[in-house]
C-alpha cells in the first residue's frame, strides 16, 4: 500500500458488502401480495367515488352530456351559504355535548361495573344491548317511546307538572330527544372501551392503594386514569367522528325538524344531493365536511397525545 492509497474505513467497508451472516434470511417481497387485495378493494371503494365527487365539485351538470366546468365556484357558494353555516353550528354543538356527556358516563360506568363473578358477563351483556342493535332501529324505537301520546317516555315526563313535552312541535325537546336518544346508544361504547382498560391494571395496585389507605377518588386520579388515557383518546376521536357525521338516528326521528332544530350538516348534505338533486355543491359540500373531520380529529388526536406523555 503507497501513501498515497486512503485508507479504508473497515466499518464503511462492512457496510458496503453483502450480509454472509448464516443467519440473514433474504427479503421476500412476495409478501406486498397480500397486501395487493386490500389495495384495489380501497381503490374501488374509496378513491374512485372521491374522484368522482371531486369531478362533480368543479361542474355545473345538467345532464350527463352537458356539463359546464366552473373551478371553485360551489365551495364559495357553500361556504357562504347561511344555512350551511347554522348546520355547522348545530352539529359542532351537538357533537361538544355528546363527548361532555358520554365520556365521563361511559367512565363512570365502567369504573362501578363488576370485577369477578358472574356478574360481570351479566353486566358486558346488559351494557352492550345498545350497540347491537342499528341506527335506523334505534331511531324507530325512539320515535316512538318519546312521543306523548303512544310513547311510554313521553307519557312520563309529561307527568311533571308544568311539562308539556314534544318533540314534533318544540325545538328544545327534539335536541333533547336526540341528544339522550345518541347518549343511550353510544356511551356502552365508552364504558366498554373504559372497562377494557380498567381490567388490564394488575390487582397488587388496588391492593397497595388499599394498604395505604387511599380513597376512592385517590385510587381512581392515581391508578385508574393514567391508564384510560390512551383508550380514552380512542374513545374521543370515535364518538366526535361518528357524532359529527351522524344522520341515521335524526333523521328517522325528526326528519331535521321541527324547523331547522336538528337539521344537521349529514342531513342537510343529504337533501341537497338527494332531495334537490343539485350534483356540483353537493360534491363541494361533502368535500369540506370531509375536511373538516379529519382536520378536527387530527387536532384532537394530537392534543391527546401530548398531554398524555
Same mark, same amino acid.
Given at each position: ?9 473497515? @466499518? ?8 454472509? %451472516? ?9 409478501? #406486498?401480495? /397480500? @397486501? ?24 355545473? $351538470? ?11 365556484? #360551489? ?24 363527548? !361532555? ?5 361511559? @367512565? ?9 363473578? &358472574?356478574?360481570?358477563?351479566?353486566? !358486558? +351483556? ?8 342499528? &341506527? ?5 324505537? &325512539? ?8 310513547? /311510554?317516555?313521553? #307519557? ?23 341528544? +339522550?336518544?345518541?347518549? &343511550? ?25 388499599? $394498604?395505604?389507605?387511599?380513597?376512592? #377518588?385517590?385510587?381512581? %386520579?392515581?391508578?385508574?386514569?393514567? %391508564?384510560?388515557?390512551? @383508550? ?5 376521536? /370515535? ?27 349529514? $342531513? !342537510? ?18 368535500? /369540506? ?21
Amino acid at each position: 500500500m503507497t501513501l498515497t492509497e486512503p485508507v479504508k474505513d473497515p @466499518v464503511a467497508a462492512g457496510a458496503d458488502e453483502p450480509d454472509r %451472516r448464516p443467519d440473514a434470511k433474504p427479503k421476500d417481497n412476495r409478501a #406486498w401480495l /397480500l @397486501v395487493l387485495p386490500v389495495v384495489v378493494c380501497v381503490t374501488f371503494t374509496a378513491l374512485v367515488p372521491l374522484m368522482t365527487v371531486v369531478n362533480y365539485s368543479v361542474q355545473d $351538470i345538467f345532464s350527463p352530456s352537458d356539463r359546464i366546468f366552473v373551478g371553485l365556484e #360551489w365551495f364559495r357558494s357553500v361556504t357562504r351559504d347561511p344555512e350551511v353555516r347554522g348546520a355547522f353550528l348545530r352539529t359542532l354543538l351537538f357533537s361538544a355535548q355528546v363527548l !361532555l356527556i358520554e365520556i365521563p358516563l361511559g @367512565v363512570a360506568i365502567a369504573v362501578a361495573m363488576p370485577r369477578r363473578g &358472574w356478574t360481570v358477563s351479566a353486566a !358486558l +351483556v346488559v351494557v352492550a344491548l345498545p350497540l347491537l342493535i342499528p &341506527w335506523n332501529v334505534v331511531g324507530t324505537i &325512539w320515535q316512538i317511546f318519546a312521543r306523548g301520546d303512544i310513547g /311510554l317516555g313521553g #307519557w312520563a315526563v309529561n307527568q311533571v307538572p308544568g311539562v308539556d313535552f314534544n318533540y314534533t312541535l318544540d325545538s328544545a325537546d327534539a335536541w333533547i330527544t336526540v341528544l +339522550v336518544m345518541d347518549v &343511550w346508544h353510544w356511551t356502552p361504547l365508552v364504558a366498554l372501551l373504559a372497562y377494557a382498560a380498567l381490567r388490564s391494571i394488575p390487582e397488587p395496585y388496588f391492593q397497595a392503594a388499599q $394498604i395505604d389507605g387511599a380513597s376512592a #377518588w385517590a385510587t381512581f %386520579r392515581r391508578i385508574q386514569l393514567p %391508564r384510560l388515557r390512551g @383508550v380514552l383518546t380512542i374513545a374521543i376521536l /370515535l364518538r366526535f367522528m361518528d357524532s359529527f357525521m351522524i344522520y341515521t338516528e335524526p333523521f328517522v326521528v325528526t326528519g331535521g325538524g321541527p324547523g331547522n332544530a336538528t337539521s344537521f350538516l349529514s $342531513i !342537510l348534505l343529504s337533501k341537497i344531493a338527494v332531495g334537490q338533486f343539485d350534483l356540483g355543491p353537493a360534491g363541494a359540500f361533502s368535500l /369540506l365536511y370531509f375536511l373538516i373531520v379529519q382536520i378536527v380529529s387530527y387536532v384532537f388526536f394530537t392534543v391527546l397525545t401530548r398531554s398524555g406523555r
